[in-house]
C-alpha cells in the first residue's frame, strides 16, 4: 500500500492505464503483480508492506 504524503505520483498496476494518486490517497499494489511509479511533479509517499505469518 502506497500513500502519498505530498504531491501527486502516478502509478501503473499491472496493464491498466495509469493513475494520478494526490496527495492525502492511498493506492494498493497487489503482490506479484507489475508495478511502476512516476513523479511528474516532486512527491513523497509512505510505503507500507504487509507479508502473510510463516
Known amino acids: 500500500m502506497v500513500q ?5 505520483g502516478e502509478f501503473t498496476v499491472g496493464d491498466q492505464a495509469p493513475v494520478a494518486v494526490p496527495k492525502g490517497r492511498t493506492i494498493v499494489l497487489p503482490a ?3 508495478h511502476a511509479v512516476d513523479a511528474p511533479q516532486d512527491f513523497k509517499i509512505l ?6 505469518a510463516k
Open 4 to 8: 502519498v504524503l505530498d504531491g501527486i
Open 32 to 34: 506479484n503483480v507489475p
Open 47 to 52: 510505503l507500507t508492506v504487509v507479508r502473510p
